[in-house]
């Protein structure tokens, strides 16, 4: 019998230790896994490589695991924005580290890692500085940049419903990293708002299959992160 | 001597010039900041079907304060809407989308644009400063036609159109328009025309606020637009 479900949330973080690479979805805070990044500051873990498109906004969720000094490294697109006051403290005080990767090349690299490839040639940022030190080739008269894989040793996911096979169907634009990211770490676990019973997501709308998925866990009501924010929360 | 600023297009006025150059089923990206406005002014009777870069062909506008829903937003993190007709997709075939040149125009915002139609809209090099490049080196290399929405100079008076780029690039030879609040103008073969220029200035006092050389085009127009 196969059961990806665990008991909470808790667990399903339990053995994420120091220095893991975690791959986190959402973009902003469509399809953030707020609930389980918190577990994941409960937990302890510190010396921890974060991915996510953005740096996190106000004082809860990726922003609050940056402000508890959790975080060494960070990958992403864009960690700018209105709210992202934690980020640009840590950063500017010289205690994060800061991959800086174009959305599409970061969404790729994950897909690739996820896909078995090796690495791949995109002509996005060929001629800028985020292409310095790294292989260039000319293909079709364009030049490209070599970009390689983006792995996770785990990877924390919001979706709308799950079965207990860890198939998954997300909510409007929360999908954003999510798929690409359930494919790209070695332990993918997952926060979902319902679970329904195996053929409860029709196999033609399953977005994820669930051989992608290792960890389960129901938040039937995950916290708001612009209200949270608008309030001032913090965590812990 | 402090010369006065010439009296171009408004912010919205520009918005609306660059919407009458997107045609019938064009499928478009809206760059974050300013190129948003554009999406207010798209002509009754078109279909034009709107990317946004975290997953979202068909982008409507955005919705009442009470129907926002923070699960749907578009890649400025606003709340937008879904036109019938929408689909929702992972980011990594959103920028499969952008990066295989499936989008006819995008519309992007800039520091500065060289006469080779090189673009620099990321970052101004300040030393310490957070940067940040979310899709905008994506969507320059991708689109099939890159429309750039600026202030012809800077709130300085420094000219934003340069023979030579200062800031870093977002992307090498990329720019097809550039649309200003003083004047239209095609990037072809490494070269400036103008295309269309506004009533407030001349030739040579266009010629002066730009920092590589203009050519004309043989029917220059008048750059106008109604008041929106």
Redesign the interface.
């Given at each position: 019998m196969i059961d990806k479900r665990v008991a909470d949330i808790a667990e399903a973080v339990a053995d994420i230790g120091d220095g893991a690479t975690v791959l986190i979805g959402g973009?902003?805070?469509?399809?953030s896994p707020t609930e389980l990044i918190h577990a994941l500051i409960d937990r302890g873990a510190r010396d921890l490589t974060v991915v996510n498109?953005n740096?996190g906004n106000g004082h809860i969720g990726l922003a609050a695991l940056v402000e508890q000094g959790r975080v060494r490294r960070m990958v992403c697109?864009?960690?700018?924005?209105s709210d992202?006051d934690v980020?640009?403290s840590f950063?500017?005080a010289g205690k994060l580290e800061?991959e800086?990767?174009?959305?599409?090349?970061?969404?790729?690299r994950?897909?690739a890692a996820g896909a078995g490839i090796g690495g791949f040639y995109?002509?996005?940022?060929?001629?800028?500085?985020?292409a310095e030190g790294k292989e260039c080739r000319e293909i079709d008269g364009v030049?490209h940049v070599l970009e390689l894989p983006i792995r996770g040793d785990f990877a924390l996911i919001k979706a709308e419903t799950a079965d207990r096979w860890g198939n998954l169907a997300y909510?409007?634009?929360?999908?954003?990293?999510?798929?690409?990211m359930c494919t790209a770490a070695r332990v993918t676990i997952v926060q979902a708002r319902r679970l329904v019973p195996l053929g409860g997501i029709p196999p033609e709308t399953v977005?994820t299959p669930g051989i992608h998925v290792d960890r389960i866990v129901t938040v039937p009501d995950p916290m708001?992160?612009?209200d949270a924010i608008l309030r001032g929360d913090r965590y812990p | 001597m402090n010369a006065a600023r010439p009296a171009g297009l408004t912010r919205n006025q520009l918005a609306w010039r660059i919407a009458q150059d997107i045609p019938d089923g064009a499928y478009v990206n809206l760059g974050i900041g300013q190129p948003v406005l554009v999406g207010n002014y798209l002509p009754a009777g078109r279909e034009i079907v709107l990317h946004s870069e975290n997953g979202i062909l068909g982008m409507g506008p955005e919705p009442a304060p009470e129907d926002a829903d923070e699960e749907l937003i578009n890649a400025g993190k606003k709340p937008v809407t879904l036109l019938p007709g929408a689909a929702l997709f992972n980011q990594a075939e959103s920028f499969a989308i952008v990066r295989g040149r499936h989008l006819d125009i995008c519309v992007l915002g800039a520091f500065q644009v060289a006469a080779n139609g090189d673009l620099a809209n990321w970052s101004t090099g300040a030393p310490g400063a957070v940067p940040g490049v979310g899709g905008a080196m994506d969507l320059a290399i991708g689109a099939s036609r890159v429309f750039v929405m600026t202030d012809h100079c800077t709130r300085g008076g420094a000219p934003k159109i340069v023979g030579e780029c200062s800031y870093p690039l977002t992307g090498r030879r990329v720019v097809t328009t550039i649309y200003t609040d003083l004047a239209v103008i095609d990037v072809t073969a490494g070269r400036l025309t103008v295309r269309e220029m506004a009533e407030a200035v001349d030739r040579e006092t266009l010629q002066g606020l730009t920092g590589a050389p203009l050519g004309w085009a043989p029917a220059l127009r008048p750059l106008t637009a109604p008041r929106v």
């Open positions: 973009f902003g805070e469509a399809g498109n740096g697109s864009y960690p700018r924005s992202a980020f640009r950063y500017e800061l800086l990767v174009p959305q599409g090349t970061l969404a790729e994950l897909r995109t002509p996005t940022a060929a001629g800028t500085v985020l030049d909510r409007l634009a929360a999908r954003n990293f999510g798929p690409v977005v708001s992160e612009r | -």
